[in-house]
């Protein structure tokens, strides 16, 4: 994908030339669809989980998913929708609401001034099994041209920046259920760079029988068949974790640039962000998650006792769990940081599950509450960690720190802080 020349700006006098803050959101998930719908979602503990009615799954193990009801048709133009796979869609009707959202109007901004970076897990799977069929049944000449691209991992970014004309940097992340932090963390890199503004996140959508097939081989599905039951993260009774659709795109923005332009109403800051790997089975290093944590700590220049919430992947696999757990104790202590983990709320889309964290977090600072963990049950006692359930709790301090992990040993940690100049 081109990369730009990225326009530098110039820095308003008391701003931060690295500050990078979130000045557009929206969310897009199965217990609701925009962002105000899905908080409040959460806060009253309305969940989205429920019977796949996209195709029938009754053949499969797996019949739960979380699906968003909406068709993104809706809100665009019937020429895009021949193109374009359902997770791309959702992205660009997403994308049009986070534009909104910062009140950056890209025919106002410098020509190179607003980049793409999005991440994307599983690429346009129903688009490609529709293609698929029309080979096998008709052959090759009933084989729609736009799937040379609609299947992309990177067709989001390419069709939002088409759609918006965004002309600064782009790229995609690929790193599993990390890739939404990870867009963001590449999307600050390019801050740093000189670029004013990025549109990122990520956002998934592999609800067909082939993606559904593909899920199933990794063998991390539950195969309960009541929603209460289906994703039961850190849960003595956790048995795997639901397949989702949805995400979240947000604008980050550089904090004199912002400030510059004048009217911004920031969700909060991203302060900190690290990546790295799992080490080599049995090799005694430090676990990923846990150095990805202190990273993000550390380039966020807080303590852990800054931090009023840890969003958690919440991978709902007893041998995940117990690692996420035991990393959280590490950094934190015993009991020592409340911790939530919404995956029990709006299933697992991939990539699109961590951007969902992160949004949740930046909802979390900005209000000062956490959102419950769907009932779980009890907790194995090995794991130590202060779950919150049952109703939102009030958060301390003005930071939280997201983990997540992606299949293959990709581990991600991102601190978001209140941002106190213009609160929200």
């Given at each position: 994908?081109?990369?730009h020349?990225p326009?530098?700006?110039?820095t308003a006098?008391?701003?931060?030339?690295?500050?990078?803050?979130?000045?557009?959101l929206?969310?897009?998930a199965?217990?609701g669809?925009?962002?105000?719908?899905?908080?409040?979602?959460?806060?009253e503990?309305?969940?989205?989980?429920?019977?796949?009615?996209?195709?029938?799954?009754?053949?499969?193990?797996?019949?739960?998913?979380?699906?968003?009801?909406h068709?993104?048709?809706?809100?665009?133009?019937?020429?895009?929708?021949?193109?374009?796979?359902?997770?791309?869609?959702?992205?660009?009707?997403?994308?049009?609401?986070?534009?909104?959202?910062?009140?950056?109007?890209?025919?106002?901004?410098?020509?190179?001034?607003?980049?793409?970076?999005?991440?994307?897990?599983?690429?346009?799977f129903?688009f490609?099994?529709?293609?698929?069929?029309?080979?096998w049944?008709?052959?090759?000449?009933?084989?729609?041209?736009?799937?040379?691209?609609?299947?992309f991992?990177?067709?989001?970014?390419?069709?939002?920046?088409?759609?918006?004309?965004?002309?600064?940097?782009?790229?995609?992340?690929?790193?599993?259920?990390s890739?939404?932090?990870?867009?963001?963390?590449?999307?600050?890199?390019?801050l740093?760079?000189?670029?004013?503004?990025?549109?990122?996140?990520?956002?998934?959508?592999a609800?067909?029988?082939?993606g559904h097939?593909?899920?199933?081989?990794?063998g991390?599905?539950?195969?309960?068949?009541?929603?209460?039951?289906a994703?039961?993260?850190?849960?003595?009774?956790?048995?795997?974790?639901v397949?989702?659709?949805?995400?979240?795109?947000?604008?980050?923005?550089?904090?004199?640039?912002?400030?510059a332009?004048?009217?911004?109403?920031?969700?909060?800051?991203?302060a900190?962000?690290?990546a790295?790997?799992?080490?080599?089975?049995?090799?005694?290093?430090?676990?990923?998650p846990?150095?990805?944590?202190?990273?993000?700590?550390?380039?966020?220049g807080?303590?852990?006792?800054?931090?009023?919430?840890?969003?958690?992947?919440?991978?709902?696999?007893?041998?995940l769990?117990?690692?996420?757990?035991?990393?959280?104790?590490?950094?934190?202590?015993?009991?020592?940081?409340?911790?939530t983990?919404?995956?029990s709320?709006?299933?697992?889309?991939?990539?699109?599950?961590?951007?969902?964290?992160?949004?949740?977090?930046?909802?979390?600072v900005?209000?000062?509450?956490?959102?419950?963990t769907?009932?779980?049950g009890?907790?194995?006692?090995?794991?130590?960690?202060?779950?919150?359930t049952?109703?939102?709790?009030?958060?301390?301090g003005?930071?939280?720190?997201?983990?997540?992990?992606?299949?293959?040993?990709?581990n991600?940690?991102v601190?978001?802080?209140?941002?106190?100049?213009?609160p929200?």
């Amino acid at each position: 994908m081109t990369v730009h020349a990225p326009m530098s700006v110039s820095t308003a006098p008391g701003t931060r030339r690295d500050t990078a803050l979130v000045t557009g959101l929206d969310v897009r998930a199965a217990n609701g669809n925009g962002t105000e719908e899905f908080w409040q979602g959460l806060l009253e503990g309305r969940g989205g989980i429920g019977p796949i009615t996209r195709f029938d799954a009754s053949g499969y193990p797996s019949t739960l998913a979380g699906e968003i009801a909406h068709d993104p048709g809706e809100d665009l133009p019937g020429r895009l929708l021949p193109q374009t796979d359902r997770v791309t869609q959702l992205a660009l009707v997403s994308a049009a609401e986070v534009l909104r959202d910062s009140g950056l109007d890209p025919a106002e901004a410098p020509e190179y001034g607003i980049g793409v970076v999005t991440a994307n897990a599983a690429g346009g799977f129903e688009f490609g099994q529709r293609e698929l069929e029309n080979l096998w049944a008709k052959g090759p000449l009933y084989v729609s041209a736009y799937q040379s691209f609609a299947w992309f991992y990177a067709v989001n970014t390419g069709q939002i920046s088409i759609r918006h004309g965004l002309r600064g940097p782009s790229g995609v992340l690929v790193t599993g259920q990390s890739g939404g932090l990870d867009a963001v963390g590449h999307a600050r890199r390019m801050l740093r760079k000189g670029t004013p503004a990025v549109l990122t996140g990520a956002m998934e959508s592999a609800l067909c029988p082939w993606g559904h097939v593909a899920e199933l081989t990794g063998g991390r599905l539950s195969t309960a068949d009541s929603a209460e039951d289906a994703c039961l993260p850190f849960g003595e009774r956790a048995a795997g974790h639901v397949v989702a659709e949805g995400g979240a795109l947000l604008m980050l923005e550089d904090g004199a640039a912002a400030h510059a332009r004048g009217g911004v109403r920031p969700y909060g800051e991203v302060a900190g962000y690290a990546a790295c790997f799992d080490p080599p089975p049995g090799s005694g290093r430090t676990a990923g998650p846990a150095r990805a944590a202190r990273a993000a700590l550390a380039d966020a220049g807080i303590e852990p006792a800054d931090i009023g919430a840890v969003f958690a992947e919440g991978a709902a696999v007893p041998e995940l769990d117990a690692q996420e757990a035991a990393a959280i104790t590490e950094v934190f202590g015993p009991d020592a940081v409340p911790v939530t983990a919404i995956t029990s709320r709006t299933g697992r889309p991939g990539a699109g599950a961590s951007a969902l964290d992160l949004a949740a977090a930046l909802l979390a600072v900005r209000d000062g509450l956490i959102p419950p963990t769907a009932d779980v049950g009890r907790l194995p006692a090995a794991y130590r960690i202060d779950l919150v359930t049952g109703r939102p709790r009030p958060m301390a301090g003005g930071a939280a720190l997201v983990l997540a992990r992606g299949h293959g040993g990709f581990n991600s940690a991102v601190v978001v802080r209140r941002c106190e100049r213009t609160p929200r």
